[in-house]
T-cell receptor, first 112, second 113 residues
């Protein structure tokens, strides 16, 4: 079945460090790919998405590129801030009217 | 305006009790979902409804019964609560295409004592 694998956390970085959170997926067909963020005590918010191969999603300085050849959708940010501390989820939506399949989440802590 | 709302935000109850969680969306979406997030933050789909009809039921115990009175509401009723039901439950809604994002409610933290 469809699945998402993302790097285990927690990840601890100093402010202004470069961030990469790896995400790979297994899916039949052509899924859409998403990164969601969950701040402490809150629900999930969409961070960015990409719907076809080679698409790049970007938002708030975060980016991820849909790589079909490596089945990957790695999240990157050039300079993290303390306010980026949260849990990040990579997810795919297989096709049509289907629920999201989530990775296990990566907790990011950014220290000043 | 809140897009997806859930009540209550916190629910603390004894084993064996029956409880309900309510969800409403004002986005005009046809599809709504219930997800369960365990203590390790893992998110898993429980149910999916499209236009009031159940389309996905992911091997959830019969004690869990979703009900959709109209396409804007999806409630979750849980009978005979067990310790293992303690989790955060998220309601979500989306458009019907795979590229549509899903909008999540704030979650209901259920604690069974």
């Amino acid at each position: 079945g469809d699945s998402v694998t993302q790097m285990e956390g927690p990840v601890t970085l100093s402010e202004e460090a470069f961030l990469t959170i790896n995400c790979t997926y297994t899916a039949t067909g052509y899924p859409s790919l998403f990164w969601y963020v969950q701040y402490p005590g809150e629900g999930l918010q969409l961070l960015l998405k990409a719907t076809k191969a080679d698409d790049k999603g970007s938002n708030k300085g975060f980016e991820a590129t849909y790589r079909k050849e490596t089945t990957s959708f790695h999240l990157e940010k050039g300079s993290v801030q303390v306010s980026d501390s949260a849990v990040y989820f990579c997810a795919l939506r297989p096709s049509g009217n289907t629920p999201l399949v989530f990775g296990k989440g990566t907790r990011l802590s950014v220290i000043a | 305006d809140t897009a997806v709302s859930q009540t209550p935000k916190y629910l603390v109850t004894q084993m064996g009790n029956d409880k309900s969680i309510k969800c409403e969306q004002n986005l005009g979406h046809d599809t709504m979902y219930w997800y369960k997030q365990d203590s390790k933050k893992f998110l898993k789909i429980m149910f999916s409804y499209n236009n009031k009809e159940l389309i996905i039921n992911e091997t959830v115990p019969n004690r869990f019964s979703p009900k959709s009175p109209d396409k804007a509401h999806l409630n979750l009723h849980i009978n005979s609560l067990e310790l293992g039901d303690s989790a955060v439950y998220f309601c979500a809604s989306s458009g019907q295409y795979s590229y549509n994002e899903q909008f999540f409610g704030p979650g209901t933290r259920l604690t069974v004592l």
